[in-house]
Structure formats: structure tokens, C-alpha cells
């Protein structure tokens, strides 16, 4: 079983940057594919990202593709979200996850952490 935390939230201006991690503990990291979700207030946990366990596939949801970069060092056990040119509506608690399957659905995910707040402001 693998545990996951998160870091690198923050506040940060409308066109700014930031970098998240995620620190996996407990499991064999390079076996599993991971995943960056969030979930905005009242909205629904969306999908943004994932890799693959060996980092040479990567996957984004449409709304974030060409301003976020996920990334994953296995030697280290530390996925990444670098977040570029943030907008409002990236204003969401970010999640990483673990899976056995790279795929936009959360179902598919069976490892979570427990969030690192993004909020952006305009």
C-alpha cells in the first residue's frame, strides 16, 4: 500500500506559476501509474493529468494541456504538477493518485492523498 502527500499549494496571481508534489511512501512508486486530480467548491473531483509508470506517456484533460506538465522521478518517489500560466477556474484542492491504469476516471485510482489547496486569484 502506498501512501501519498501532497505539496505546493498555495495563492498566486492569475498568470502565475506553481509546482505541486507528491511524496509516495509505503510501495514499489515505479510500478504504479499516477495521476493529479481536483475538485473545486460544489463541483465534481475533475481529472487533469496522469503518467504512466515509467513517465514516457503522458495524458491531460484539454482544459490544462500546454500550461501544466506532470512529470515523476522514480528514483525519488516524487510525482509533479508544474502549473503555468494559472487561471481563476484552476482555483481547486489538487489530488495525486495512484493506479494501476492510465486513465482520466478516479475509479481507476486506488490510492489518494489528501490534497493541496491552489487558489488564483484575478
Known amino acids: 500500500q502506498v501512501q501519498l502527500v501532497e505539496s505546493g499549494g498555495g495563492l498566486v496571481q492569475a498568470g502565475g506559476s506553481l509546482r505541486l508534489s507528491c511524496a509516495a511512501s509505503?510501495?514499489?512508486?515505479?510500478?504504479?501509474?499516477m495521476g493529479w486530480f481536483r475538485q473545486a467548491p460544489g463541483k465534481e473531483r475533475e481529472f487533469v493529468a496522469a503518467?504512466?509508470?515509467?513517465?514516457?506517456?503522458?495524458y491531460y484533460h484539454d482544459l490544462v494541456k500546454g500550461r501544466f506538465t506532470i512529470s515523476r522521478d522514480n528514483a525519488k518517489n516524487i510525482l509533479g504538477l508544474q502549473m503555468n500560466s494559472l487561471k481563476p477556474e484552476d482555483t481547486a484542492v489538487y489530488y495525486c493518485?495512484?493506479?494501476?491504469?492510465?486513465?482520466?476516471?478516479?475509479?481507476?485510482?486506488?490510492?489518494w492523498g489528501q490534497g493541496t489547496q491552489v487558489t488564483v486569484s484575478s
Open positions: 493518485a495512484a493506479g494501476s491504469r492510465l486513465s482520466s476516471a478516479d475509479s481507476r485510482y486506488d490510492y
Open positions: 503518467i504512466n509508470a515509467s513517465g514516457d506517456k503522458k
Open positions: 509505503g510501495g514499489t512508486f515505479s510500478r504504479y501509474v
